[in-house]
């Protein structure tokens, strides 16, 4: 059980475009989805916390406006990187909690390797 | 800064022996959680430990926690090539333990068969 999963696992898109990377609790309803951004052997940075049917919460030196998420339902929450320019390029991890009262851990979705050419 | 610093960054050992990884933190913290990443991979959750404990064991890990000190050591005893990967501490400040996770710098480790 608790297995969250991303798509695409990884994507390729020129400079000036947009690109959506989904993230999807399987077998479980999910409240609160997380994104975080992960540079070349470098830690993961949280980037947002997304809930659904709410505006998600960004993080300090995150811009909303060019990462905009979207949790419409239980079970999906999306992150579109817009206008994406080369140092945008990275690995973006999503984190699923549970809806049950009590839940304590974030379930990680695989991640998207993003570069921008 | 919020995340945590872990050492050392890189470890190598042989396999069959014990592998130490240390992380430090700056806040006061309702949980530690430690993480394990294959290379260009997601995050597997290994164990958390609570505030209010020192000492917690899974299978071959063992974690401590201490809270005067905000340190954490997470102990791989016998290791095993396939215990090569990153290993992340976060920390997390609220009860529930699953909002906003701080994660540490990470060790990267090999184990050489």
């Known amino acids: 059980g608790a297995v969250v999963s991303q798509h695409p696992s990884w994507v390729i898109c020129k400079s000036g475009t947009s690109v959506k990377i989904e993230c999807r609790s399987l077998d479980f309803q999910a409240t609160t989805m997380f994104w975080y951004r992960q540079f070349p052997k470098q830690s993961l940075m949280l980037m947002a916390t997304?809930?659904?049917?709410?505006?998600?919460?960004?993080e300090q030196g995150v811009e909303k406006d060019k990462f905009l998420i979207n949790h419409a339902s239980l079970t999906l929450s999306t992150l579109t990187v817009t206008s994406a320019h080369p140092e945008d390029s990275s690995f973006y991890i999503c984190s699923a909690r549970s809806s049950l009262a009590g839940a304590r851990e974030q379930y990680f979705g695989p991640g998207t390797r993003l570069t921008v050419t | 800064s919020q995340q945590g610093e872990e050492d050392p960054q890189a470890l190598s050992i042989q396999e069959g022996e014990n592998a130490t990884m240390n992380c430090s933190y700056k806040?006061?913290?309702?949980?530690l959680q430690w993480y394990r990443q294959n290379s260009g991979r997601g995050l597997v959750h290994l164990i958390l430990?609570?505030?209010?404990?020192r000492e917690k064991h899974s299978g071959r890990l063992r974690v401590t926690l201490d809270t005067s000190k905000k340190s954490s050591s997470l102990l791989i005893t016998a290791s095993r090539a396939a215990d090569t990967a990153s290993y992340f501490c976060?920390?997390?400040?609220?009860?529930?333990?699953?909002?906003?996770?701080?994660f540490g710098t990470g060790t990267r480790l090999t184990v050489i068969p």
């Open positions: 976060a920390t997390a400040r609220d009860q529930t333990g699953a909002n906003n996770l701080f």
């Open positions: 806040t006061s913290i309702n949980n």
């Open positions: 430990i609570r505030s209010n404990e």
């Open positions: 997304s809930n659904e049917g709410s505006k998600a919460t960004y």
